[in-house]
Antibody, heavy 121, light 106 residues
Framework: QVQLQQSGAELAKPGSSVKISCKAS????????ISWIKQTTGQGLEYIGY????????NYNEKFKGKATLTVDKSSSTAFMQLSSLTPDDSAVYYC??????????????WGQGTLVTVSS | DTVLTQSPALAVSPGERVTISCRAS??????MHWYQQKPGQQPTLLIY???NLESGVPARFSGSGSGTDFTLTIDPVEADDTATYYC?????????FGAGTKLELK
């Protein structure tokens, strides 16, 4: 069965970076894109971007350009998201999702369990 | 960005029929999708492309609509359906989500 296993919770200081991982299993990794979504109580669900797991090509929501960097390691079927220059506003649960593109943009067919990132001094 | 507007909350009794609405600020054609999120869990896909039932999702769930007005229907509602339901559009860039409708059972 499809599984997306995300790395554990992170506690980070303002100005630092974190890198979250998302290991896929149960399907052909390079046949589907991986998207990342941010969830907060205040802003709800926000789309960050997606990565083409075959080519490594990326697409970002303008809001998250410069904040998030998406990469992939095909050999381990793992996608990564690095968040840089962290501020308290980056505190959230971050999900990876197996994405299906209809047109140019994705829907999210299966989600990881989420990674809580807390930014605090 | 395309704004998706949902009612904040609904309360229904088990066995009833419930409709959850989602209105888009501009046309999204039929590229609307619905998710269920139970407390403490990740969202799961229920409906894709406005009216297509995701594999494994009970036939009690259905979706309809096009353009700017969409509906998720649960008939009949069961106790296990207590959750927050989100719509999401993928027609316009960037993809956006509604704020969610919290469904409570009486």
């Amino acid at each position: 069965q499809v599984q997306l296993q995300q790395s554990g919770a992170e506690l980070a200081k303002p100005g630092s970076s974190v890198k979250i991982s998302c290991k896929a299993s149960g399907y052909t990794f390079t046949s589907y894109y991986i998207s990342w979504i941010k969830q907060t109580t205040g802003q709800g669900l926000e789309y960050i971007g997606y990565i083409n797991t075959g080519s490594g090509g990326t697409n970002y929501n303008e809001k998250f350009k410069g904040k998030a960097t998406l990469t992939v390691d095909k050999s381990s079927s793992t996608a990564f998201m690095q968040l840089s220059s962290l501020t308290p506003d980056d505190s959230a649960v971050y999900y990876c999702a197996k994405a299906v593109l209809y047109g140019y943009n994705p829907s999210f067919a299966y989600w990881g369990q989420g990674t809580l990132v807390t930014v605090s001094s | 960005d395309t704004v998706l507007t949902q009612s904040p909350a609904l309360a229904v009794s088990p066995g009833e029929r419930v409709t959850i609405s989602c209105r888009a600020s501009e046309s999204v054609s039929t590229l609307m999708h619905w998710y269920q999120q139970k407390p403490g869990q990740q969202p799961t896909l229920l409906i894709y492309l406005a009216s297509n039932l995701e594999s494994g999702v009970p036939a009690r769930f259905s979706g309809s609509g096009s353009g700017t007005d969409f509906t998720l229907t649960i008939d009949p509602v069961e106790a296990d359906d207590t959750a927050t339901y989100y719509c999401q559009q993928s027609w316009n860039d960037p993809p956006t989500f509604g704020a969610g409708t919290k469904l409570e059972l009486k």
